[in-house]
């Protein structure tokens, strides 16, 4: 079946400039995360989102960052003024039903180039 | 967060077996232990979880210290696609809620023809 989706694939953008980051997670999975990898670096965890409990924003690095997700479906990053330091591949994980083995299925990312 | 150690590269040949070490001195009880890679340019992937019991499937085989506080990933034949970065993650093992991975540098593994 079809796996995570993201879009864009790869987005350039000004500095300063508003960016939305689009994922797609698969069907029926309750649960969707975002993580951040920089260029040679680990992945660094942002937000995740379980059915209707709050979500966990506690990776989120500053209030130029927020996310959305309608329901069970596809969920939204914003990044406001965007700046070179956020640059970088941003990735989204979706998992099904409740418990923590679930594994997470990521998609590919979108790759963030700020100029 | 109980955290992990491994070896930042391995190399391997070929189809040779290939295993990757993890230590977690601070495991505790309710930690599963989890393997995902990630390939060149894609999201990672899940490769095997498990609690104390080795494990099977059809990607590797993940063997667990009777005390829990290391477990080794072993890829039966290596080939060139194993080509990547190998995470070793301790996941709380409790139903309420799934609860996001963290992730650490890894391991990264060449194979060589």
């Known amino acids: 079946g079809a796996g995570v989706s993201q879009s864009p694939s790869n987005k350039v953008t000004e500095k300063g400039k508003d960016v939305e980051l689009r994922c797609d997670p698969i069907s029926g999975h309750t649960a969707l995360y975002w993580y951040r990898q920089r260029l040679g670096q680990g992945l660094e965890f942002l937000i995740y989102?379980?059915?209707?409990?709050?979500?966990?924003k506690s990776g989120l690095p500053s209030d130029r960052f927020s996310a959305e997700r309608t329901g069970e479906s596809v969920s939204t990053l914003t990044i406001q003024r965007t700046q070179q330091e956020d640059s970088a591949v941003y990735l989204c994980?979706?998992?099904?039903?409740?418990?923590?083995?679930?594994?997470?299925?990521f998609g590919n990312g979108t790759r963030l180039t700020v100029t | 967060d109980a955290k992990t150690t491994q070896p930042n590269s391995m190399e391997s040949n070929e189809e040779e077996p290939v295993h990757l070490p993890c230590n977690h001195s601070?495991?505790?009880?309710?930690?599963?232990i989890h393997w995902y890679r990630q390939l060149p340019s894609q999201g990672p992937e899940y490769v095997i979880h498990g609690l104390t019991s080795n494990v099977n499937n059809r990607m590797a085989s993940l063997a667990i210290a009777e005390d829990r506080k290391s477990s080794t990933l072993i890829l039966h034949r290596a080939t060139l696609r194993d080509a990547a970065v190998y995470y070793c993650i301790l996941r709380k093992g409790f139903d309420s809620g799934n609860t996001p991975l963290v992730f650490g540098k890894g391991t990264r593994l060449s194979v060589i023809a």
């Open positions: 994980a979706s998992s099904s039903r409740q418990g923590t083995n679930s594994p997470l299925h």
């Open positions: 601070t495991i505790s009880g309710t930690d599963y």
């Open positions: 989102f379980q059915g209707n409990s709050a979500p966990d």
